[in-house]
């Protein structure tokens, strides 16, 4: 390489960059605007309370005297905290596999398969997401209750109400994703002789990975975020299997306002989701599905 | 060691263990049978599961309430559609009714427009995974958390006390004079300052679906594009966008979905002063505040009911898709 060669490399880089100068401001603009409210909360949560309503929290960042570990202290001195985090994972784990399982098989069925009624079904489905929660808390509650299954207070009880509650959702964005998917690839392999069992495990299955990411990213968030349906179907009837919302939610009402432990604890309960987040983004990338298509 | 454990360990593994037992003996069972019957019987083997599921959680319990809608507070006697009648006329609720429009409206356009405009934007730069971390990490955080932090964002005080709110002391030191955020009521500015916090925790989540559309689109498509000639806006414009325009359907449709039923900003940051109400913090005040399940159940009827056109426009792009296929 002759030092022309070199130099007109490094100018097309330079020019390069210059050209994508607006596009690094534009991303991180939005990273600084979507930033300041989440380090607001971080910073109160390292504050004593009386400091939050005297200063702002930035005057915090310039003297940095008045930080203290004491909410997060507080936080996970509860003596339930580590059982909470314990019933948190055994609630959110089952709750998202199954929907996603359940999900998926309907999904394949609305995509790529013909029956009367379908669209009519598949609106149903989806118009369901509608649904208050709180409309149906007393029909299943009774449902739960001892003259019915007599689960109520049970993981199981929450398993099935957060399958049933999550579904709507999963199955349209899986339909979606594997509605788009190109037919040419499903009938060659009903040509090769591939039930649709076949074709749903070694083709739809795996050609819709990101779209099954970015649910179970979901499903697990909404599902260890949830205080509404663990209160409902755990909370009152079985104390011990009450998740960390729940405790968090005691920790708060039980001292009258102490919302500045719900800073601390909103920092601690978000670590999970958020490695759940980073662990699947590898499933973002690029050409995952599109090496398998030959479009 | 924890009992339950195995429990869960049984469900995490045998719950799939079963539903892909179930499917392949489904299969079995379907080759026993004729030629003819088979196409016909396989889709609903493969639904039962999921429709089982949403008959017990949402349809039956949906059955209920529209009933219920018929009914007075205490569920004595069936009075006719004066639930509805009262739902259309009440002047609380036509307040709700425009700010919920407005919710739809300006929460749909903020997340959707933000969260695509994210996805593209991301998709060029190296530290994507950071900075798409950044956007999501709002979502993470509980819903009561996210009210507080922006409670704290738009505090207002009266001077000469100091502001200790972001956006007033960032108005004070421009040299502006603080304004009471999310009590301001001219031009419902205080529903639209409660989007703006929905929508910063949920721009995220239109993000990361766009995103896993816009990471599956055949590169092979782009780089012929780019080689016949096409410029970068002409390949987004041309063959990004209407590949992920399906994906684009599914998460408008779900925001909107999500601006009728959102309720926990405005109950944790105004309990539905300043006019600020909407209509699912209504149906939760008249059920679990004014005691009247008549009242909630009707207001959950009409919400079913107001999705109908989005239902019928996905109805019609999925047909379009499949024709195209």
Same mark, same amino acid.
């Not at chain 1, 989701?273 to 050409?287: I, K, S, T």
């Not at chain 2, 016949?228 to 979905?257: H, K």
């Given at each position: ?52 309503? #005297?200063? =702002? ?62 669209? %009519? ?83 739809? $299955? ?21 205080? $509404? ?27 009258? =306002? ?38 | ?99 919920? $429009? ?119 498509? $782009? #780089? ?59 149906? %939760? ?15 959950? %009827? ?24």
């Amino acid at each position: 390489m002759t030092a022309e060669t070199v130099r007109a490399a490094s100018v097309g880089r330079w020019a390069r960059f210059g050209r994508r100068i607006p596009l690094h401001f534009v991303v991180i603009f939005l990273m600084v605007i979507w930033l300041i409210p989440t380090i607001g909360l971080l910073v109160n949560s390292f504050r004593p309370p009386e400091a939050l309503t #005297e200063s =702002g929290w930035w005057t915090a960042i310039f003297s940095p005297s008045q930080f203290t570990l004491n909410n997060y202290a507080h936080v996970l001195a509860q003596s339930n905290i580590s059982a909470g985090f314990v019933n948190s994972l055994f609630i959110s784990i089952p709750a998202t596999v199954i929907p996603i399982m359940v999900a998926a098989f309907a999904a394949y069925a609305f995509a790529w398969m013909k029956f009367p009624g379908r669209d %009519i079904l598949f609106v149903v489905v989806v118009g369901l997401l509608v649904v208050p929660l709180q409309s149906t808390f007393i029909p299943i509650l009774t449902l739960y209750g001892p003259k019915g299954l007599n689960i109520a207070g049970s993981f199981l009880a929450v398993w099935l109400a957060h399958t049933g509650y999550g579904l709507p959702f999963a199955i349209y964005l899986l339909r979606n994703f594997m509605g788009e998917l190109p037919r040419e690839v499903f009938e060659s392999a009903a040509i090769d002789g591939a039930s649709p069992v076949t074709s749903f495990f070694r083709l739809a $299955l795996p050609m819709t990975v990101p779209a099954i990411a970015a649910l179970a990213i979901f499903q697990f968030l909404f599902v260890w975020n949830d205080l $509404l349906v663990a209160l409902i179907y755990i909370g009152a009837q079985n104390p011990d299997n009450a998740p960390l919302t729940i405790v968090v939610s005691n920790l708060v009402s039980s001292l009258g =306002g102490g919302w500045q432990y719900l800073a601390a604890a909103a920092f601690v309960t978000m670590a999970l989701p958020l490695a759940v987040f980073l662990a699947l983004q590898r499933y973002f990338v690029r050409g995952i599905v599109g090496g398998s298509v030959k479009g | 060691m924890d009992p339950r454990l195995g429990t869960a360990v049984i469900v995490v593994l045998g719950v799939p263990a079963v539903l892909i037992g179930y499917i392949w003996l489904t299969e079995r069972v379907l080759g026993l049978l004729g030629q003819r019957a088979r196409p016909r019987l396989r889709p609903w083997l493969w639904l039962a599961p999921a429709l089982a599921f949403l008959i017990v959680f949402l349809v039956y319990p949906s059955i209920g309430s529209l009933i219920r809608s018929f009914q007075n507070a205490a569920g004595t006697k069936f009075v006719g559609l004066d639930n509805y009648a009262w739902f259309f006329n009440d002047d609380a609720t036509l307040i709700a009714l425009k700010n919920s $429009l407005i919710w739809l409206v300006v929460l749909t356009g903020l997340t959707v427009g933000l969260g695509l405009l994210i996805a593209v934007l991301v998709d060029r730069v190296r530290y994507e995974t950071v900075a798409k971390s950044v956007i999501f990490v709002p979502l993470a955080i509980s819903m009561v958390a996210a009210s507080v932090i922006w409670t704290f964002m738009y505090d207002y005080q009266v001077p000469p006390n100091p502001q200790v709110g972001t956006l007033n002391a960032a108005l004070g030191s421009a040299g502006i004079a603080p304004i009471a955020w999310v009590q301001i009521s001219d031009f419902s500015l205080n529903s639209i300052l409660l989007v703006i916090v929905m929508a910063w925790m949920w721009t995220g989540f239109c993000m990361v679906i766009l995103s896993a559309s816009l990471k599956g689109i055949n590169p092979e498509l $782009l #780089e012929a594009a780019r080689v016949d000639g096409a410029t970068e806006r002409q390949v987004f414009r041309r063959i990004t966008l209407p590949l992920m325009a399906p994906t684009i359907a599914v998460v408008m449709t779900t925001m909107v979905i999500t601006a009728l039923k959102a309720f926990d900003v405005v109950y944790v940051m105004t309990s539905g002063h300043f006019d600020t109400q909407v209509v699912a913090f209504q149906l %939760i005040q008249e059920l679990y505040n004014f005691g009247n399940p008549g009242r909630a159940s009707a207001i959950g %009827i009409v919400l079913l009911l107001a999705i109908v056109p989005v239902m019928a426009f996905n109805v019609r792009r999925f047909r379009a898709q499949e024709a195209i296929r």
